[in-house]
């Protein structure tokens, strides 16, 4: 645009290879945390921990997933178990009542989220803050409602999932976790990596802006609604994937354990507390949250005293106090903003 | 799992809807569903009416509603239990005890959680949902999960007979209660010296400080008073219902519902909306299955934000 | 004074319920101009300016730009078409850093990534903000960050840059550097038009003013013109006692 800057200073060149770098550094830390994850069911051969490692891998992918729209694009929802509930009903129903492989059901499944997305998006994106929040809820919570009074995907009593061969053509395994271990750890090296390749790109540069100044992004060229839309349709794709996974997985789905509230929140939850519209934030969140879970819910949750929920939210409420950017800030730089703009932030 | 209990409950209760409500729709039955809908409309109005006020105060939606809701009946409960007096005399210490719980929430959470430099709105979201399950596992700690009832109440299981039109006393109670309630915050924010400070609060936080308000203070007692409207509500449904940990969760989604139905901040809004949706609630009871009842509340809301993104009073 | 005007404000009007804010407004700003829209307060230039950014359509009236009537494009698109701003009250991305706020402004023209940081980089270096390239845009000092909208707004190569009081607030010495910068833009080609509500800082830099005054053109001519209009000093007059 201009005949005085030809070329870029050498300051910028460095700052842009720094960048890179740091690209190529998340891609090498991605390959050394798959390699232990990879040998760690070798090791630990006992079912319940290794239970424990699906449903933590399970929990990274939906909640990298969650993070696209809600960390990325700022657009926080609470009803992302409608999508999760549509994988598992979709692989699952066309699997026992046509037969058809759990694989076809899964992209089935998000390519049905991600037009449901879609569809809900068109209405739901004119509102805004918490008006949208409750829209997300209540099309969830409807979901449930029907899915409870629908025949034909089994009501209140659910579906089995017929057995067959214990195959991968199948996704069944018996007993056997370690097939489900690896299949899980696809799906969060997979969301992992379609994240890291957005964050370098228009899509997430687009979306970020539409999180921080809706306006500002408008006056550059950005179109909110479509950035939005984009941002939905791929956070309920990937979700509704995990949905087909957890299925396969459960063998049981009935609309309580896959349409639940409680999963719109474990599908936030780790990304909140990991460090929301960040990297490895959902990772980090759900490799503390879910052992937890779990955890408490066998040691101290059996006697019914309700000691599980005691450490379990007063552990959600100290890391939301403690450190409001999610435990990724123990390992990042902090944004130390100056005293005059930290004043302004207060208030908006 | 309280889950299953709370479906043969449900079970339970469409039994009954099938025996009474289902007959030939004659005037006498339209009327019993309105002011059935009406009355159940108020005392969602009065749920709501604490999200509402402190929502419009500081901007916060405390996602631990339905548990403030749930520890009220809780100490109802509680208090029947050692003092054998009747709960309606006992519903002003409950509304004592849950302002108390406010302001605590508010100076030992919220507060804290307000600070926040990042991610504010989030921090605030799960700094009260954790809170939520803390207070959940507290009632399951000290009253373990069973479903429990208070029995033998001078209101309890009477109803007033209107001309073949049958009123349950405890909802009657809780209407009036209500719009009691309502005329009591009217009164409080248009005619005190405290109602100016919370409008002025709520038009300004940063500027109020430099006319000599405390803004801390007044959120203490804005949360203080948030929590001793559903301590009344919570008062009236101990009475009514049954009290269990999870009691709060479905009441909860309802009172969020109403306030964005009404127009977040606006606390007259939602007592329309609450009436709105008790109604609602109501009429679909009877048309669709009972476990179905909350579709009509569901299709109303979305009705009306795609109409009016802000709510049907909105104009913040 | 001959050449086609790059933009055209043709009969404007805008209400807003029984108010007008702006009555009847027809400005032409010829290719290459700096043209400063002032006005005491209230006169409608802020409401004028965002009519011509495409935050709010006009009630009546016609906005063209190269001879294409955009009246009913919205920010997206002026800015597609070729119209970049700044805002009153700067809105950074906070949360993003300084190169990545530009690279925002890049990816109108480009999808690839790699070309919307190498235009950053370039646009950075020429609002001379290269040094902050990896700093959090919450992290920068007032003055900072209007300069960084000023070096998204140019990311987006626009023809027409719009400038909303990007003087307020600064001292002697950053508006001088203000200026010299507001130059150089001019040179690239850009066509510029400020809205300045301090006189004394436009009139040197602007080729042409237009005062607004009510919601009406009271006064439009060079700098030297303008400030001689008795009408004019009038208008401001009465504006300093208020204020």
Same mark, same amino acid.
């Given at each position: 645009?201009?005949?005085?800057?030809?070329?870029? @200073?050498?300051?910028?060149?460095?700052?842009?290879?720094?960048?890179?770098?740091?690209?190529?550094?998340?891609?090498?830390?991605?390959?050394?945390?798959?390699?232990?994850?990879?040998?760690?069911?070798?090791?630990? &051969?006992?079912?319940?921990?290794? =239970?424990?490692?699906?449903?933590?891998?399970?929990?990274?992918?939906?909640?990298?997933?969650?993070?696209?729209?809600?960390?990325?694009?700022?657009?926080?929802?609470?009803?992302?178990?409608?999508?999760?509930?549509?994988?598992?009903?979709?692989?699952?129903?066309?699997?026992?009542?046509? #037969?058809?492989?759990?694989?076809?059901?899964?992209?089935?499944?998000?390519?049905?989220?991600?037009?449901?997305?879609?569809?809900?998006?068109?209405?739901?994106?004119?509102?805004?803050?918490?008006?949208?929040?409750?829209?997300?809820?209540?099309?969830?919570?409807?979901?449930?409602?029907?899915?409870?009074?629908?025949?034909?995907?089994?009501?209140?009593?659910?579906?089995?999932?017929? @057995?067959?061969?214990?195959?991968?053509?199948?996704?069944?395994?018996?007993?056997?976790?370690?097939?489900?271990?690896?299949?899980?750890?696809?799906?969060?090296?997979?969301?992992?990596?379609?994240?890291?390749?957005?964050?370098?790109?228009?899509?997430?540069?687009?979306?970020?802006?539409?999180?921080?100044?809706?306006?500002? @992004?408008?006056?550059?060229?950005? /179109?909110?609604?479509?950035? &939005?839309?984009?941002?939905?349709?791929?956070?309920?794709?990937? /979700?509704?994937? #995990?949905?087909?996974?957890?299925?396969?997985?459960?063998?049981?789905?009935?609309?309580?354990?896959?349409?639940?509230?409680?999963?719109?929140?474990?599908?936030?939850?780790?990304?909140?507390?990991?460090?929301?519209?960040?990297?490895?934030?959902?990772?980090?969140?759900?490799?503390?949250?879910?052992?937890?879970?779990?955890?408490?819910?066998?040691?101290?949750? +059996?006697?019914?005293?309700?000691?599980?929920?005691?450490?379990?939210?007063?552990?959600?409420?100290?890391?939301?106090?403690?450190?409001?950017? %999610?435990?990724?800030?123990?390992?990042?730089?902090?944004?130390?903003?100056?005293?005059?703009?930290?004043?302004?932030?207060?208030?908006? | 799992?309280?889950?299953?209990?709370?479906?043969?409950?449900?079970?339970?209760?469409?039994?009954?809807?099938?025996?009474?409500?289902?007959?030939?729709?004659?005037?006498?039955?339209?009327?019993?569903?309105?002011?059935?809908?009406?009355?159940?409309?108020?005392?969602?109005?009065?749920?709501?009416?604490?999200?509402?006020?402190?929502?419009?105060?500081?901007?916060?939606?405390?996602?631990?509603?339905?548990?403030?809701?749930?520890?009220?009946?809780?100490?109802?409960?509680?208090?029947?239990?050692?003092?054998?007096?009747?709960?309606?005399?006992?519903?002003?210490?409950?509304?004592?005890?849950?302002?108390?719980? %406010?302001?605590?929430?508010?100076?030992?959470?919220?507060?804290?959680?307000?600070?926040?430099?990042?991610?504010?709105?989030?921090?605030?979201?799960?700094?009260?949902?954790?809170?939520?399950? /803390?207070?959940? %596992?507290?009632?399951?700690?000290?009253?373990?999960?069973?479903?429990?009832?208070?029995? =033998?109440?001078?209101?309890?299981?009477?109803?007033?007979?209107?001309?073949?039109?049958?009123?349950?006393?405890?909802?009657?109670?809780?209407?009036?209660?209500?719009?009691?309630?309502?005329?009591?915050?009217?009164?409080?924010?248009?005619?005190?010296?405290?109602?100016?400070?919370?409008?002025?609060?709520?038009?300004?936080?940063?500027?109020?400080?430099?006319?000599?308000?405390?803004?801390?203070?007044?959120?203490?007692?804005?949360?203080?008073?948030?929590?001793?409207?559903?301590?009344?509500?919570?008062?009236?449904?101990?009475?009514?219902?049954?009290?269990?940990?999870?009691?709060?969760?479905?009441?909860?989604?309802?009172?969020?519902?109403?306030?964005?139905?009404?127009?977040?901040?606006?606390?007259?809004?939602?007592?329309?909306? #609450? /009436?709105?949706? +008790?109604?609602?609630?109501?009429?679909?009871?009877?048309?669709?299955?009972?476990?179905?009842? !909350?579709?009509?509340?569901?299709?109303?809301?979305?009705?009306?934000?795609?109409?009016?993104?802000?709510?049907?009073?909105?104009?913040? | 004074?001959?050449?086609?005007?790059?933009? !055209?404000?043709?009969?404007?009007?805008?209400?807003?319920?029984?108010?007008?804010?702006?009555?009847?407004?027809?400005?032409?700003?010829?290719?290459?101009?700096?043209?400063?829209?002032?006005?005491?307060? #209230?006169?409608?230039? !802020?409401?004028?300016? =965002?009519?011509?950014?495409?935050?709010?359509?006009?009630?009546?009236?016609?906005?063209?730009?190269?001879?294409?009537?955009?009246?009913?494009?919205?920010?997206?698109?002026?800015?597609? @078409?070729?119209?970049?701003?700044?805002?009153?009250?700067?809105?950074?991305?906070?949360?993003?850093?300084?190169?990545?706020?530009?690279?925002?402004?890049?990816?109108?023209?480009?999808? !690839?990534?790699?070309?919307?940081?190498?235009?950053?980089?370039?646009?950075?270096?020429?609002?001379?903000?290269?040094?902050?390239?990896?700093?959090?845009?919450?992290?920068?000092?007032?003055?900072?960050?209007?300069?960084?909208?000023?070096?998204?707004?140019?990311?987006?190569?626009?023809?027409?840059?719009?400038?909303?009081?990007?003087?307020? +607030?600064?001292?002697?010495?950053?508006?001088?550097? +203000?200026?010299?910068?507001?130059?150089?833009?001019?040179?690239? %080609?850009?066509?510029?038009?400020?809205?300045?509500?301090?006189?004394?800082?436009?009139?040197?830099?602007?080729?042409?003013?237009?005062?607004?005054?009510?919601?009406?053109?009271?006064?439009?001519?060079?700098?030297?013109?303008?400030?001689?209009?008795?009408?004019?000093?009038?208008?401001?007059?009465?504006?300093?006692?208020?204020?």
């Amino acid at each position: 645009m201009s005949t005085q800057s030809i070329g870029i @200073a050498a300051g910028l060149a460095q700052a842009n290879d720094r960048f890179h770098a740091a690209r190529r550094r998340q891609l090498m830390t991605l390959v050394v945390v798959v390699l232990v994850i990879s040998v760690l069911p070798l090791l630990v &051969k006992d079912v319940y921990l290794q =239970n424990i490692m699906v449903l933590t891998l399970m929990y990274t992918a939906l909640s990298q997933s969650w993070n696209i729209l809600g960390g990325y694009c700022g657009q926080i929802s609470l009803g992302h178990a409608i999508y999760f509930g549509i994988g598992a009903y979709t692989s699952t129903l066309l699997f026992t009542k046509f #037969g058809v492989s759990p694989w076809f059901g899964m992209a089935a499944g998000g390519g049905i989220a991600a037009l449901v997305a879609l569809v809900l998006g068109y209405p739901f994106f004119r509102l805004k803050g918490h008006y949208f929040t409750i829209a997300t809820i209540v099309v969830a919570e409807a979901a449930l409602v029907l899915f409870l009074s629908w025949p034909y995907a089994g009501g209140a009593l659910g579906i089995q999932l017929p @057995a067959a061969a214990d195959n991968w053509a199948n996704l069944q395994f018996g007993r056997n976790k370690l097939p489900f271990i690896y299949t899980a750890l696809a799906l969060a090296t997979i969301t992992w990596l379609v994240t890291w390749k957005i964050e370098d790109s228009r899509w997430g540069y687009w979306w970020r802006a539409v999180k921080d100044n809706p306006e500002a @992004a408008e006056s550059l060229g950005v /179109v909110i609604f479509n950035s &939005k839309m984009a941002a939905a349709a791929l956070s309920a794709f990937f /979700v509704a994937v #995990g949905g087909s996974f957890y299925a396969q997985f459960v063998a049981y789905i009935d609309p309580d354990s896959v349409l639940n509230f409680h999963f719109s929140l474990l599908f936030a939850l780790p990304a909140v507390l990991g460090g929301i519209g960040t990297l490895w934030g959902p990772a980090l969140g759900a490799i503390i949250l879910i052992p937890l879970t779990e955890f408490t819910r066998s040691y101290a949750g +059996g006697s019914g005293q309700g000691i599980d929920l005691i450490i379990y939210g007063a552990l959600i409420m100290l890391i939301a106090l403690w450190k409001p950017e %999610g435990l990724i800030g123990f390992f990042v730089r902090q944004p130390k903003p100056l005293p005059a703009s930290a004043d302004e932030g207060a208030h908006s | 799992m309280p889950c299953r209990e709370h479906r043969l409950l449900r079970l339970r209760v469409k039994g009954l809807a099938q025996d009474n409500g289902l007959k030939t729709m004659t005037f006498q039955a339209l009327a019993q569903i309105v002011v059935s809908g009406l009355l159940m409309g108020l005392i969602y109005a009065l749920i709501a009416a604490g999200l509402s006020l402190i929502f419009g105060l500081m901007d916060v939606v405390n996602f631990a509603h339905g548990e403030f809701l749930m520890m009220a009946m809780y100490a109802m409960f509680g208090l029947v239990l050692a003092l054998a007096v009747d709960p309606v005399l006992l519903m002003p210490i409950v509304a004592g005890l849950m302002f108390a719980l %406010g302001a605590i929430v508010y100076l030992g959470v919220v507060r804290h959680a307000m600070r926040a430099k990042v991610n504010a709105g989030m921090v605030q979201v799960f700094a009260t949902f954790g809170l939520a399950i /803390v207070l959940r %596992g507290l009632a399951q700690l000290f009253f373990t999960p069973d479903f429990r009832s208070i029995p =033998n109440t001078w209101l309890g299981g009477k109803t007033l007979n209107l001309g073949g039109i049958f009123l349950p006393w405890p909802q009657l109670f809780g209407g009036a209660v209500s719009i009691a309630a309502f005329v009591g915050l009217y009164l409080l924010i248009s005619r005190t010296d405290f109602g100016r400070a919370l409008a002025a609060t709520r038009e300004d936080a940063g500027a109020v400080a430099l006319v000599g308000i405390d803004r801390n203070k007044v959120f203490t007692i804005g949360w203080g008073l948030g929590a001793g409207l559903v301590g009344l509500a919570g008062s009236v449904m101990a009475i009514f219902f049954y009290i269990h940990p999870d009691v709060g969760g479905p009441f909860a989604l309802t009172a969020y519902v109403t306030v964005a139905l009404g127009g977040f901040g606006s606390i007259f809004g939602a007592l329309a909306a #609450g /009436v709105i949706i +008790g109604l609602i609630e109501a009429i679909t009871a009877t048309i669709l299955p009972t476990e179905m009842k !909350s579709l009509g509340i569901y299709a109303a809301y979305l009705a009306v934000v795609f109409v009016r993104p802000r709510g049907l009073f909105g104009n913040i | 004074m001959t050449a086609a005007p790059i933009l !055209s404000v043709k009969n404007v009007t805008r209400r807003f319920g029984g108010l007008t804010a702006n009555s009847d407004v027809s400005i032409d700003v010829p290719q290459g101009e700096i043209l400063g829209l002032i006005g005491p307060n #209230g006169a409608g230039k !802020s409401t004028l300016f =965002n009519i011509i950014a495409g935050a709010f359509p006009p009630s009546e009236g016609r906005i063209v730009l190269n001879g294409a009537d955009i009246t009913g494009l919205d920010a997206p698109a002026r800015c597609a @078409a070729g119209i970049a701003r700044t805002f009153q009250v700067v809105k950074s991305f906070e949360s993003m850093s300084v190169i990545e706020n530009v690279m925002v402004g890049s990816f109108v023209r480009t999808a !690839s990534a790699a070309e919307a940081r190498r235009k950053a980089a370039e646009v950075l270096e020429f609002v001379e903000l290269d040094g902050r390239a990896n700093a959090l845009a919450g992290e920068l000092t007032p003055p900072e960050k209007r300069r960084l909208e000023m070096a998204r707004a140019l990311a987006t190569e626009p023809k027409l840059l719009l400038l909303d009081e990007v003087m307020t +607030g600064l001292t002697p010495t950053e508006a001088r550097k +203000g200026v010299a910068l507001i130059r150089r833009v001019r040179e690239t %080609g850009v066509t510029i038009l400020m809205v300045e509500h301090v006189m004394e800082i436009v009139m040197p830099l602007v080729d042409r003013a237009v005062v607004l005054h009510l919601g009406k053109v009271l006064s439009e001519g060079t700098p030297r013109q303008v400030v001689a209009d008795e009408a004019v000093i009038n208008a401001y007059l009465g504006d300093r006692h208020r204020a």
